[in-house]
């Protein structure tokens, strides 16, 4: 097998060279739960060329039901570890790395990136995150997810700040949801990453309304 026969719908799309400039970028998907999974699923067989996965935090049951890239035996595992390996088993043109850490453990490794995604789920690491993503001049996408809503925002010159940066913790979450704003959130990640138009700081809030309407909201987000 070769990569233009992976890649081959991609290839289809924007070209072989596009294809193949994807193969020099470097990302980081902070947290490897519900959307880290998403993000790893759909990014990791794209093309791009080294994901770096980062999460101290260990497979449990209740997480396997919206947390995609898990099945049962992987119950107590290290969730990054588990969502590299299966990168790998995915697609053979990939280099996958695991952090079994904090997000305050691993910035302070010093890696570049061409991209970091928000795969958390908390605030206070999320204002880590952009803090961070400003010092080192690196873009990076935001996402959260709750019952039934979720929002994503591309975060170039926007200041996070705007968010009251409180240690939320969401009720409850509906699994579909999860996969539909991490795909959301890889779509502006793999634009990006191949060099297509992007609108960067604008905060995409989609929900179901009480008639099960899909509405989507757009925010211009305030400039650091």
């Known amino acids: 097998m070769t990569q233009s026969e992976y890649f081959n719908r991609q290839i289809q799309l924007w070209g072989s060279n596009v294809q193949q400039s994807l193969e020099k970028k470097k990302i980081a998907i902070i947290g490897s739960g519900g959307l880290g999974c998403t993000l790893a699923m759909a990014l990791g067989t794209s093309g791009?060329?080294?994901?770096h996965m980062v999460d101290y935090d260990t497979v449990s049951f209740h997480n396997i039901h919206r947390q995609i890239a898990f099945r049962l035996?992987?119950?107590?595992?290290?969730?990054?570890?588990?969502?590299?390996?299966?990168?790998?088993?995915?697609?053979?043109f990939v280099k996958t790395v695991a952090f079994d850490m904090d997000f305050e453990s691993f910035?302070?490794?010093?890696?570049?990136?061409?991209?970091?995604?928000?795969?958390?789920?908390?605030?206070?690491?999320?204002?880590?995150?952009?803090?961070?993503?400003?010092?080192?001049?690196?873009?990076?996408?935001?996402?959260?997810?709750?019952?039934?809503n979720g929002q994503v925002c591309f975060f170039d010159e926007a200041n996070f700040k705007v968010f009251n940066i409180s240690d939320h913790k969401p009720a409850g979450i509906t699994a579909p949801i999860v996969?539909?704003?991490?795909?959301?959130?890889?779509?502006?990640?793999?634009?990006?990453?191949?060099?297509?138009?992007?609108?960067?700081?604008?905060?995409?809030?989609?929900?179901?309304?009480?008639?099960?309407?899909?509405?989507?909201?757009?925010f211009g987000m305030p400039k650091v």
């Open 48 to 51: 791009i060329g080294e994901i």
């Open 73 to 92: 035996d992987d119950e107590g595992q290290n969730k990054a570890k588990v969502v590299c390996k299966l990168i790998e088993s995915k697609n053979p």
């Open 107 to 148: 910035k302070e490794m010093g890696n570049s990136y061409d991209l970091i995604l928000d795969g958390t789920d908390n605030l206070p690491v999320r204002g880590e995150i952009d803090t961070y993503a400003k010092e080192t001049n690196t873009p990076w996408i935001y996402a959260s997810v709750e019952a039934f």
């Open 179 to 218: 996969m539909h704003i991490g795909s959301l959130q890889a779509n502006l990640a793999l634009r990006y990453l191949a060099g297509l138009t992007i609108v960067k700081d604008k905060l995409y809030y989609l929900y179901f309304n009480d008639d099960g309407e899909l509405i989507t909201q757009k």
